[in-house]
């Protein structure tokens, strides 16, 4: 069993005098998310018809751009700004390219923290995406996005308005 459990956490199989790394760091962080869906399920428990209707609403953003952009470019810009290392939702963003994921789960329209997209234009190579996000003050971005040579999203131009 340890043979196993040592390929599933180093990729490799165990040798003689290799040391074994250690689980600690990578823990955390997949708790804490785990621990903030468990909470919100508990909260919609308690309110099911909020939660109808939250549900509803990020089901008709996510419809909305999708309807406009496609899927793909939708999730693949939510990928980029997950990766920006001072922007609050990205802790809801980081498996945005997964399509195993709903796309409307990424929309928070009105349950703090909120993640809202207010404006969406692509032409191109170039991404302008207005969002608004926070938690009792929001806070709107216009944020640019531009294609780089291996043809991957990047930050071009941030402007962040309180």
Known sequence: MEFA??????GKPHLPGRKIPPMEPFLPSPDRHARSLIAEMEEERLNPAAALVDHLRNRR???????????????????????LDDFPPSAHLWNALHPDVP??????????????????????????????????SL????????????????LHRR????
Do not use: M, N
């Open 5 to 10: 459990a040592t390929i599933i956490r180093t």
């Open 103 to 136: 796309l409307h789960c990424f929309f928070r329209t009105k349950r703090d923290p909120v993640f809202r997209v207010l404006k969406f234009d692509y032409d191109g190579h170039v991404i302008t995406i207005h969002v608004e996000h926070g938690r009792s």
């Open 159 to 162: 402007h962040r308005q309180v």
């Open 61 to 83: 953003a996510a419809a909305k751009w999708t309807r406009r952009h496609g899927q793909r470019l939708v999730r693949e810009t939510f990928a980029a700004l997950a990766e």
């Open 139 to 154: 806070v709107t971005e216009a944020i640019e996005l531009k294609r780089d040579l291996q043809h991957r999203l990047g």
